[in-house]
């Protein structure tokens, strides 16, 4: 323990940790402002390039301070009445801050790096907000207020004057009469018949090539979503898009999606308004979604606390085929699973369970497309051994012992993912109408060439790896044999010589460890004779050599392949 008086430690230790928050949140901002040259310049290697700078900055930059911290504090780096005192003083330090709760997390990352510490400790840790108010708003509404009393294209005009771009539009006044002509069948469809006020944020979501201008429109006590969606073909900056629908809004802003880029010096405020428009959305995700997932980390952990402090039932075995590296669990009145990795993996997995973590960190770095699953990270958990079910607590014991302590009265985990709950696909084609199953196995091929689109190649397609989502959109949540798609070499299954090497359990020829042959695809899926004909006529050149290896030289070739956070037929071009 040095000799400084413990008050003159906690100080510079928490006056270390505020440079380097600053440090962060001056490069993520940087970063995140240059998204809009990209999208004026059309430079979406840079914007992709932007984006990975940006996911891999908290951690370089906790890295740092953790090792500055363990330099200075010296041998009190670990003492306690230091680590209780630098949090008052760092608290007193953000006070006042648009961004407190970042800062706080940010604060949680670096104790619980230097402790590891099994659950959480109020005493050195933001368990929850030391503030009992919202961080400090800013000065100026962090959205723009329009006062409808002219024809739909005459204020949706005004919105547009206030977003300037480098780039000139195609057509500026021919968007806009189509884009109004949208909004009022899109009124009239809801029943609303007079605006009172639009209200619609300063800042402009990027994320790979389309920009979003966000914003709601009040009417009688009702708030409806007004988003825009701009593109940028070689022609000219267009309005591709105007979304009015809850559901399709809720979809862009997915956990199933890559990180905005948008301007929010006051996170707090820009999640209110996103929340406004989106309830049915955890503040959780919405802080994921424009880039903060560490504290959607921290939030969705605090809203699982109070969950387990408000109900009495228990985590179980999650419904659905077991699988062979994960253990998979939730709570029933609960939205979200939780995935431990198991000590040894069925026959025939063979991989490390290194590359399964390895698997979980190219998703969380790479473009998600709407068809991968966000997982959230979390390590030194604890909970009450009540709220396990017998059953599951003799499952983590058996299959997951290295990652698991169970005692009389608690359970700690040493690490584990989250994702959100859906529907595992197989299951949701057994259990669902005709139509909806149709539509389901139609959107599964459709993941998998988006997946294609973005270099992915899930490695593993059967249904059971697939789950729906409550929007009925078919997503991927099974990475351990998830590889890049240009990884990969596509073949055709060569002709047998004989009936004797057909009906072989072996395969006759050589199969490489990256060989794939397409056409087996269908032999896996068991699906019934009338789901299996719709697949085939919608996807059936997913069968084929071709189409993959036509993707391959498209992304050796540099090429960006658009993906669309919204149906084609929400498309003005359409109309």
């Known amino acids: 323990m040095s000799h400084e008086p ?73 003492h306690e009445a230091v680590w209780v005192l630098m949090k008052a003083c760092y608290s007193r330090h953000i006070a006042g801050y648009g961004d407190a709760e970042i800062a ?63 780039a000139p539009y195609a057509d500026l006044d021919r968007d806009v009469v189509l884009a ?69 809004v809720s979809i862009v802003f997915s956990y199933t999606r890559s990180y905005f880029h948008v301007e929010a010096e006051h996170p707090y405020e820009t999640i209110a308004f996103l929340k406004s428009i989106l309830p049915l959305k955890r503040v959780a995700e919405l802080y994921i979604s424009i880039g903060y997932n560490k504290h959607g980390k921290t939030e969705l952990y605090r ?62 770095k790479h473009d998600k497309a709407g068809r991968l699953i966000d997982a959230q990270e979390y390590e030194h958990l604890e909970f009450e051994r009540r709220r396990f079910s017998d059953e599951l607590a003799a499952e983590l014991l058996q299959t997951a012992a290295n990652s698991v302590t169970v005692s009389d009265d608690r359970i700690a985990i040493r690490q584990l993912y989250t994702e959100r709950r859906m529907t595992p696909l197989n299951l949701y084609l057994r259990e669902a109408p005709e139509a909806a199953a ?61 009936v004797d090497e057909e009906l072989s359990a072996e395969p006759w020829f050589y199969v490489g460890p990256h060989d794939i042959f397409p056409e087996e695809f269908i032999r896996f899926f068991g699906l019934p004779a009338h789901l299996r004909d719709a697949f085939l006529q919608a996807h059936g050149d997913l069968l084929g050599v071709e189409f993959w290896t036509r993707m391959q030289e498209r992304h050796r070739a540099g090429e960006v392949v658009d993906i669309f956070s919204y149906k084609q037929s929400k498309r003005l071009s359409h109309r």
């Not at 270390?16 to 310049?41: D, I, K």
């Not at 387990?308 to 590296?325: H, N």
């Not at 490695?459 to 409550?470: A, C, E, I, P, S």
């Open 303 to 364: 809203d699982l606390l109070r969950h387990l402090a408000t109900s009495a039932d228990q985590f179980e075995i999650a419904r659905g085929d077991k699988g062979m590296v994960m253990l998979v669990f939730d709570l029933p009145s609960y939205d979200v699973v939780f995935k431990i990795i198991k000590d040894r993996f069925a026959y025939p997995k063979t991989a490390t369970r290194q590359e399964v973590m390895d698997k979980y960190a190219l998703v969380f």
């Open 438 to 498: 149709r539509e389901a196995i139609y959107d599964y091929g459709q993941a998998v060439k988006d997946l294609a689109a973005t270099n992915i190649f899930p490695g593993d397609l059967l249904l059971k790896n697939f789950g729906v989502t409550r929007h009925g959109r078919v997503v991927f949540y099974d990475y351990d044999e998830l590889c890049l798609l240009t990884e990969c070499n596509f073949r055709e299954l060569p002709e047998s010589n004989d």
């Open 180 to 248: 109004a002509r949208a909004i009022d069948d899109q009124l009239r469809a809801a029943g609303l018949h007079s605006i009172e006020t639009v209200e619609v944020l300063k800042a402009v979501f990027y994320r790979n090539t389309t920009a979003y201008i966000v914003g709601r429109i009040r009417s009688g006590g009702q708030l409806t979503p007004l988003v825009l969606a701009l593109r940028h073909p070689p022609a000219g900056i267009v309005i591709d898009a105007v979304l009015m629908d809850e559901s399709d």
């Open 6 to 78: 413990i008050d003159s430690l906690a100080e510079r230790g928490a006056s270390a940790m505020l440079v380097a928050f600053q440090f962060y949140r001056a490069e993520f901002n940087t970063l995140t402002c240059r998204a809009q040259a990209r999208f004026e310049q059309r430079d979406w290697h840079g914007m992709q390039d932007d984006a990975l700078e940006r996911l891999e900055l908290y951690k370089k930059i906790v890295d740092k301070v953790v090792d500055e911290l363990r330099n200075l504090l010296g041998a009190a780096v670990k």
């Open 104 to 166: 706080e997390t940010f604060f949680n990352s670096s104790t619980r790096r230097i402790f590891a510490t099994v659950g959480v400790d109020p005493g050195r840790e933001y368990v929850d907000s030391d503030f009992n108010a919202p961080p400090a708003r800013s000065l100026q509404p962090v959205y723009h207020t329009y006062v409808s009393a002219q024809a739909t294209s005459e204020w949706l005009a005004k919105i547009l004057a206030a977003y300037t771009f480098a």
